[in-house]
Every structure is written in C-alpha cells, then in structure tokens.
C-alpha cells in the first residue's frame, strides 16, 4: 500500500511543481506589466499637483477660463483608465495565488489522507534526481505562502490608491517597488530546478 500511496502523491507532487512553474511566469509577467502603470499614475499625480500650483488665471491662458477644469478633468480620467487597467492586473494575480493555493492545498489533503500508509524512512527518502515528499511538500507551502502575501501587501496598496489622492499616487511606484521579494522569487526557481528531473520523470 505504501508503494501505491507514494506513486499516487508523486504524480500529484508533479502536478503541483508544473502549476507553480507556469503560474509563477504568469505572475512575473503581469507584475512586469503593473511597473509601467505605476510609473503613469506617480506621473498624473505630479501632472495634476503642477496644474493646482500653476495658477492659469495669472498666465496669458486666463483667456480660456474653464481650461484648467477640464484639464483637471482629463487627468482624473486618465487616472481612472490606469487604475481601472490595475485592478485587472490585480484579478490576473489573483488567480495566480487562487491557482497555486488550490494545488498545494490539494496535495497537501493527498498527503494526509495517505498518512497512514507511509512511515517516516518513506516520506524522508531522497534520490539523486527524486527530493523526499517531506521536502518536496514543504517547498509547495513555502511557494504558496510567498504569493499568498505577496498579494495580500499588493492588494493593500492597490485599495489606497485614489484618484483624487496625489500624495498616495505619486509614491505609488516606490511603494509597488518597495514590495519585490527577488530572494523569495529565486529560492522558487531553485526549487523548480532541484525538482526538474523529478518533474520530466513519469
């Protein structure tokens, strides 16, 4: 029965690593994506800031006296069309974090539902191009906790973000960049690679 439980997590074990790869490429691309949306809000907030301290109505333009109304106006729309584009950045990683969760909670209920059957010499057993299911599980969580708080922080700071907040907007690429977690995002590809035989192998 222990040989059977093994086959049976391993192919499950499979399964998992190959959804993290694809999802953590998806995750980096649309994070990719985000950057530049970042770097268009901090510069509609320091836009709209110049446009409140430049005074039209002191400067030749005070000929058109609803000009700065409606260039306030196109920069909020601008604004909104950026934030409206983010939100469905933060749907795209949402389902990223959805995916990769579902798969390690899945494996992980595998797992214990096959406890029973499989004593310690078994679940800590490693092979050259086979890591143990102790590691193997044990690197899924750490994958799936980082992108699980990866979002939550990103979800937090997308949700202050306002329109009609300037100071909040023009921070808004640091804070976004302040929140790379390059080391974690390594220590994923390294497993990824620590597995990759284990993976190719049916």
């Known amino acids: 029965?222990?040989?059977?439980?093994?086959?049976?997590?391993?192919?499950?074990?499979?399964?998992s690593f190959t959804t993290l790869e694809s999802n953590q490429k998806v995750w980096k691309s649309v994070l990719d994506e985000c950057s530049p949306l970042m770097v268009s809000l901090g510069n509609l907030a320091e836009q709209s800031r110049a446009l409140s301290n430049a005074q039209i109505s002191n400067t030749a333009l005070r000929?058109?006296?609803?000009?700065?109304?409606?260039?306030?106006?196109?920069?909020?729309?601008?604004?909104?069309?950026?934030l409206g584009k983010l939100n469905?950045?933060?749907?795209?990683?949402?389902?990223?974090?959805?995916?990769?969760?579902?798969?390690?909670?899945?494996?992980l209920q595998l797992y214990e539902q096959n406890m029973h059957s499989m004593?310690?010499?078994?679940?800590?057993?490693?092979?050259?191009?086979?890591?143990?299911?102790a590691d193997m599980l044990e690197w899924l969580q750490d994958a799936e906790r980082h992108y699980r708080q990866?979002?939550?922080?990103?979800?937090?700071?997308?949700?202050?973000?306002?329109?009609?907040?300037?100071?909040?907007?023009?921070?808004?690429?640091?804070?976004?960049?302040?929140?790379e977690s390059p080391s974690a995002e390594d220590h994923i590809t390294d497993t990824l690679c620590k597995v990759s035989f284990f993976v190719e192998s049916q």
């Open 1 to 15: 029965m222990g040989t059977l439980a093994v086959a049976t997590l391993h192919q499950a074990l499979r399964k």
């Open 63 to 82: 000929s058109f006296p609803d000009l700065e109304e409606r260039l306030r106006f196109k920069l909020l729309q601008a604004t909104d069309t950026v």
């Open 88 to 107: 469905e950045k933060m749907s795209s990683l949402q389902s990223v974090r959805d995916a990769i969760s579902n798969q390690v909670a899945a494996v």
């Open 119 to 133: 004593d310690l010499l078994t679940v800590t057993e490693r092979s050259p191009t086979t890591p143990s299911v």
């Open 150 to 179: 990866q979002f939550l922080r990103r979800k937090t700071l997308f949700q202050t973000l306002r329109a009609d907040d300037l100071s909040l907007l023009e921070s808004a690429p640091q804070r976004w960049k302040s929140l």
